[in-house]
């Protein structure tokens, strides 16, 4: 993969997860980077452990539902590094995901807000980060979306169709500015799980997900970065408008878990 030295990008999401993860290879592969998170702490955290290995990476503490941050934001990296050259899109809220379920029983205060954080938020990111790009000759955005924007599910109505409006916006950013020097692609993690020992999910629902998928294991924020990282990359040239499903196989298969679930006679 090839040096990101001297370019500016911005990550959204990147005090924890693929963020954390993402900002941190990027400035390890030479890029100055903005960490971005509405939890100033832990992009400080982020920027500083950066810092330790001589790496250029600063916090930016960013709330993707306010617009005023995002600007902010926009003109920080600016400010600071003279121009944009890539954005990761990656801040999500799930922190209402229990109140997140079918169309029918789902607030939609809950859908107000999965739509500020989750959507609104990422396109006025790529309204006020283009021109700069344009001004600089170009550059790559990465929409980080998710396997439930591919199939259907019986909760997070929201979540999955805001995940699935990232899933067009990349299609509609590459067709416009793609002769301008701008790509933008989308990733769709499957699932991803830290591997710290004190971060790891129950083993049961560990394994409910390795019956799924077709790799031995689910997938790191680490293992997601890599991909973020090569498409952000020159390595990565004629890549632009696809979705990429990053979920160990996934979604490429029947999984038939309602036929298991329903007794022969009622099939």
């Not at 500083?48 to 290995?53: I, L, N, P």
């Not at 000759?137 to 699935?164: C, F, P, T, W």
């Not at 997601?224 to 040239?237: P, Y």
């Amino acid at each position: 993969m090839q040096s990101m030295k001297d370019r500016s990008i911005i990550v959204t999401g990147a005090a924890s997860g693929i963020g954390k993860a993402t900002a941190l290879k990027l400035a390890e592969m030479g890029a100055n980077v903005v960490a971005a998170d509405i939890n100033e702490d832990g992009a400080r955290q982020v920027a500083t452990q950066a810092a330790a290995h001589g790496i250029k990476c600063v916090p930016s503490h960013t709330d993707m539902s306010n617009s005023d941050d995002i600007a902010k934001m926009v003109e920080q990296t600016v400010n600071q590094f003279g121009r944009i050259d890539g954005l990761v899109n990656n801040a999500a809220d799930i922190g209402l995901t229990r109140y997140d379920s079918n169309v029918v029983d789902t607030e939609m205060t809950v859908w107000d807000r999965v739509y500020q954080v989750n959507f609104r938020g990422p396109v006025l990111a790529c309204k006020l980060a283009i021109p700069h790009m344009l001004k600089a000759g170009g550059g790559s955005i990465v929409n980080v979306s998710s396997i439930q924007s591919l199939l259907g599910d019986h909760e997070r109505v929201a979540y999955s169709a805001m995940k699935s409006a990232m899933n067009s916006l990349t299609r509609s950013i590459a067709t416009t500015y793609g002769k301008q020097g701008i790509r933008c692609n989308t990733v769709c993690p499957g699932p991803v799980m830290s591997r710290e020992p004190e971060k790891r999910w129950p083993e049961k629902l560990v394994e409910d997900f390795r019956s799924h998928i077709l790799l031995e294991d689910v997938s790191s924020p680490e293992e997601q970065s890599e991909l973020i990282a090569f498409l952000l990359s020159e390595s990565a040239a004629s890549v632009t408008g696809q979705t990429i499903a990053s979920d160990m196989g996934y979604s490429s298969h029947m999984h038939f878990y309602m036929r298991a679930a329903i007794p022969p006679d009622k099939a």
